[in-house]
């Protein structure tokens, strides 16, 4: 499973993603221009230690994304979205997709990929959740639906 985060703007975010993929064996793919540097401390303080299992791929531009993972299932996550994360049949090698803190996706990827587009349910009025709290939701869900393969795969059981 992949994690793909279009110029990301906030190093926190960033981080606590990078450990989420950490802890549950998915791949980070990082798309420029990032709104900080990968030195950036409150990254690695989000991080923590757990850089060194993070598996990071760094793109500059979603195109070359696009190019590299061709036949891959794209899912791309927008509060604009027309149907629920809970609906998609995710599969252990999708590309699960979100845009930057303050735009999210650009509206012509959205508008060409509109049918893979999925949205996590919330009130009316409400705008967005935090971008690394969307990730972790939809990403479980993903894994919840293979089984946790991911998670059997890099060690003994679930650890919560």
């Known amino acids: 499973m992949h994690i793909v985060l279009i110029e990301p703007e906030i190093p926190g975010n960033t981080g606590n993603i ?12 990082l798309v420029e221009p990032l709104g900080f540097s990968v030195d950036d401390k409150h990254l690695k303080r989000a991080g923590l230690d757990y850089w060194h299992l993070v598996t990071i791929h760094y793109h500059k531009n979603f195109d070359e994304v696009l190019a590299q ?19 998609a049949q995710f599969t252990a090698d999708d590309m699960l997709v979100f845009g930057k803190e303050t735009a999210g996706i650009p509206e012509t990827i959205l508008k060409a990929n509109w049918e893979s587009c999925v949205r996590i349910p919330m009130i009316p009025g409400a705008r967005s959740l935090n971008l690394s709290n969307s990730v972790a939701i939809v990403a479980y869900e993903a894994m919840r639906q293979i089984g946790f393969a991911n998670l059997a795969e890099k060690g003994p059981g679930l650890h919560i």
């Open 18 to 29: 990078a450990r989420l993929c950490a802890a549950t064996g998915i791949e980070l793919h």
């Open 69 to 87: 993972y061709a036949g891959h299932n794209f899912y791309y996550c927008s509060t604009k979205a027309p149907r629920s994360y809970t609906e």
